[in-house]
Nanobody
Framework: QVQLVESGGGSVQAGGSLRLSCAAS????????VGWFRQAPGKEREVVAA????????YYSGSVKGRFTISQDNAKNTVYLQVNSLKPEDTAMYYC????????????????????WGQGTQVTVSS
Protein backbone atom coordinates (compact mmCIF):
# COMPACT_ATOMS: atom_id res chain seq x y z
CA GLN A 1 0.00 0.00 0.00
CA VAL A 2 1.43 3.32 -1.08
CA GLN A 3 1.70 5.89 1.69
CA LEU A 4 2.99 9.43 1.70
CA VAL A 5 3.29 11.09 5.10
CA GLU A 6 4.13 14.77 5.41
CA SER A 7 5.55 16.42 8.51
CA GLY A 8 7.45 19.52 9.56
CA GLY A 9 4.81 22.19 9.18
CA GLY A 10 4.18 24.81 11.82
CA SER A 11 3.64 28.46 12.63
CA VAL A 12 6.48 30.90 11.98
CA GLN A 13 6.99 34.60 11.57
CA ALA A 14 7.70 36.17 8.22
CA GLY A 15 11.28 35.57 7.23
CA GLY A 16 11.42 32.27 9.07
CA SER A 17 12.19 28.79 7.78
CA LEU A 18 10.84 25.27 7.99
CA ARG A 19 11.83 21.90 6.58
CA LEU A 20 8.94 19.82 5.36
CA SER A 21 9.35 16.06 4.96
CA CYS A 22 7.51 13.54 2.82
CA ALA A 23 8.15 9.95 3.82
CA ALA A 24 7.18 7.45 1.14
CA SER A 25 6.49 3.75 1.37
CA UNK A 26 4.82 0.97 -0.59
CA UNK A 27 6.33 1.58 -4.01
CA UNK A 28 9.66 1.75 -5.83
CA UNK A 29 10.67 5.11 -4.45
CA UNK A 30 13.88 5.50 -6.40
CA UNK A 31 12.37 5.84 -9.86
CA UNK A 32 9.57 8.31 -9.61
CA UNK A 33 8.56 11.93 -9.61
CA VAL A 34 7.60 13.44 -6.26
CA GLY A 35 6.04 16.86 -6.06
CA TRP A 36 5.02 19.38 -3.44
CA PHE A 37 1.79 21.32 -3.81
CA ARG A 38 0.04 23.81 -1.56
CA GLN A 39 -3.46 25.06 -1.12
CA ALA A 40 -4.53 28.12 0.82
CA PRO A 41 -8.11 28.62 2.02
CA GLY A 42 -10.30 29.80 -0.83
CA LYS A 43 -7.57 29.32 -3.40
CA GLU A 44 -6.76 26.68 -5.96
CA ARG A 45 -4.07 24.10 -5.34
CA GLU A 46 -0.77 25.14 -6.86
CA VAL A 47 2.45 23.31 -7.54
CA VAL A 48 5.52 24.34 -5.57
CA ALA A 49 8.33 22.02 -6.61
CA ALA A 50 9.11 18.52 -7.84
CA UNK A 51 12.04 16.15 -8.02
CA UNK A 52 12.88 12.96 -9.86
CA UNK A 53 13.99 10.56 -7.15
CA UNK A 54 16.24 8.71 -9.61
CA UNK A 55 18.59 11.66 -9.34
CA UNK A 56 17.31 13.73 -12.20
CA UNK A 57 15.89 17.17 -12.37
CA UNK A 58 14.43 19.50 -9.83
CA TYR A 59 11.68 21.94 -10.71
CA TYR A 60 10.27 25.01 -8.99
CA SER A 61 7.37 27.33 -9.50
CA GLY A 62 8.27 30.95 -10.11
CA SER A 63 6.75 32.12 -6.84
CA VAL A 64 9.14 30.06 -4.68
CA LYS A 65 12.27 29.78 -6.80
CA GLY A 66 15.25 30.99 -4.83
CA ARG A 67 13.48 30.57 -1.49
CA PHE A 68 12.46 26.90 -1.47
CA THR A 69 14.74 23.92 -2.07
CA ILE A 70 13.62 20.37 -2.79
CA SER A 71 15.91 17.48 -1.96
CA GLN A 72 15.84 13.79 -1.17
CA ASP A 73 17.34 11.12 1.02
CA ASN A 74 16.96 7.87 -0.84
CA ALA A 75 18.16 5.85 2.14
CA LYS A 76 15.12 7.14 4.05
CA ASN A 77 12.71 7.21 1.09
CA THR A 78 12.07 10.82 1.98
CA VAL A 79 11.75 14.02 -0.01
CA TYR A 80 12.30 17.33 1.75
CA LEU A 81 11.18 20.85 1.04
CA GLN A 82 13.30 23.50 2.74
CA VAL A 83 11.24 26.67 2.87
CA ASN A 84 13.13 29.87 3.64
CA SER A 85 12.30 33.57 3.73
CA LEU A 86 8.69 32.70 4.37
CA LYS A 87 6.00 35.24 3.59
CA PRO A 88 2.42 35.43 4.85
CA GLU A 89 1.26 34.47 1.36
CA ASP A 90 3.07 31.13 1.78
CA THR A 91 0.46 30.17 4.37
CA ALA A 92 -1.23 27.00 3.12
CA MET A 93 -1.62 23.29 3.56
CA TYR A 94 1.35 21.66 1.89
CA TYR A 95 0.94 18.27 0.23
CA CYS A 96 3.38 15.88 -1.31
CA UNK A 97 2.37 13.66 -4.19
CA UNK A 98 3.96 10.85 -6.16
CA UNK A 99 3.68 9.63 -9.71
CA UNK A 100 4.02 5.85 -9.43
CA UNK A 101 2.27 5.16 -12.73
CA UNK A 102 4.80 6.77 -15.04
CA UNK A 103 2.49 9.39 -16.50
CA UNK A 104 5.27 10.84 -18.60
CA UNK A 105 2.94 12.62 -20.99
CA UNK A 106 1.87 15.02 -18.25
CA UNK A 107 4.21 17.75 -17.09
CA UNK A 108 5.60 17.94 -13.57
CA UNK A 109 3.49 20.95 -12.63
CA UNK A 110 0.17 19.34 -13.50
CA UNK A 111 -1.60 17.70 -10.54
CA UNK A 112 -2.97 15.03 -12.88
CA UNK A 113 0.58 13.66 -13.13
CA UNK A 114 0.40 12.39 -9.57
CA UNK A 115 -1.62 9.36 -8.51
CA UNK A 116 -0.88 9.30 -4.78
CA TRP A 117 -1.20 12.14 -2.30
CA GLY A 118 -0.40 12.65 1.34
CA GLN A 119 -2.67 14.18 3.96
CA GLY A 120 -0.79 17.46 4.14
CA THR A 121 1.07 19.55 6.70
CA GLN A 122 0.00 23.08 7.61
CA VAL A 123 2.34 26.04 7.25
CA THR A 124 1.22 29.33 8.79
CA VAL A 125 3.29 32.49 8.40
CA SER A 126 2.47 35.57 10.42
CA SER A 127 3.57 39.09 9.57
Amino acid sequence: QVQLVESGGGSVQAGGSLRLSCAASGYTYSSNLVGWFRQAPGKEREVVAAIYTSGGGKYYSGSVKGRFTISQDNAKNTVYLQVNSLKPEDTAMYYCAADTAGRYGITWDDARRYNYWGQGTQVTVSS
